[in-house]
């Protein structure tokens, strides 16, 4: 199992671009979740989907964020216009609920760095 | 809203010695995980913690529930370096779900030879 698998690893921007970050979750996985890490506020969850449907997504900090799940082994999570404030490390997660007591398995994260 | 508070947020500690990382959350949960981060990496799950009473040992590592008291503990014995990390407890509704987890601000370790 290649584990949950996330592209790119780095991103850099300039400030008022269009940035879409990707995830590919375990495969079999039902529940996938977006994550953003920050030095001053920690992990935040964003969103999070159930069978590729938004469950929750009070996370979201603005309208400027947006992540859809077309299919089960693929969600992307785009910020447009993006700011410097939005550079942060971003996480997805997947899970399966029948397994979910045995944890959430990470991808690697992108680093965003918008100037 | 659930909250989850760790302290400490940093520990400075030499090699051999014994510490505790304390987690407390503010609503009830049914489920407890505990995360491990290196630099730049992602999170390891290090353990689960699912009903009061629970413990979990790994190592150098035990982790501890007590959810009358929303109080998990992370317990370090004999630490060596390569413990050195930050520790993360992260907590779920009582959902039944696989609800989004809410994490605390994470400990981090430096443990000096």
């Known amino acids: ?38 030095m001053m506020r920690g992990l935040e969850l964003l969103i999070y989907f159930n069978n590729n449907v938004p469950i929750d997504d009070s996370g979201m900090p603005e309208d400027r964020f947006s992540a859809k799940m077309p299919n089960a082994s693929f969600s992307t999570l785009k910020i447009q216009p993006s700011e410097p ?11 399966l609920l029948v397994r979910v007591r045995e944890g959430y398995t990470f991808g690697s994260g992108t680093r965003l760095t918008v100037v | 809203e659930l909250k989850v508070e760790q302290n400490p947020l940093f520990l400075s500690m030499q090699e051999g010695k014994n510490y ?64 050195s990390a930050t520790y993360f407890c992260a907590v779920a509704y009582s959902g039944g779900g696989a609800d989004g987890l809410t ?9 000096q030879p």
Not at chain 1, 22 to 29: A, E, N, V, Y
Not at chain 1, 87 to 92: E, G, I, L, Q, R
Not at chain 2, 103 to 111: A, C, Q, S
């Open chain 1, 1 to 38: 199992d290649a584990g949950v698998i996330q592209s790119p690893r780095h991103e850099v921007t300039e400030m008022g671009q269009e940035v879409t970050l990707r995830c590919k979750p375990i495969s079999g996985h039902d529940y996938l979740f977006w994550y953003r890490q920050t």
């Open chain 1, 85 to 95: 404030r939005d550079s942060a490390v971003y996480f997805c997660a997947s899970s």
């Open chain 2, 20 to 83: 505790t990382i304390y987690c407390n959350y503010s609503t009830t949960s049914d489920r407890l995980y505990w995360y491990r981060q290196d630099p730049g990496k992602s999170l390891e799950s290090l353990f689960v913690l699912l009903s009061n009473g629970a413990v979990k040992q790994e190592g150098r590592l035990m982790a501890s529930l007590d959810t009358k008291a929303r109080l998990s503990t992370l317990h370090i014995t004999a630490a060596v370096h390569d413990l």
């Open chain 2, 103 to 111: 994490f605390g601000k994470g400990t981090h370790l430096i443990i």
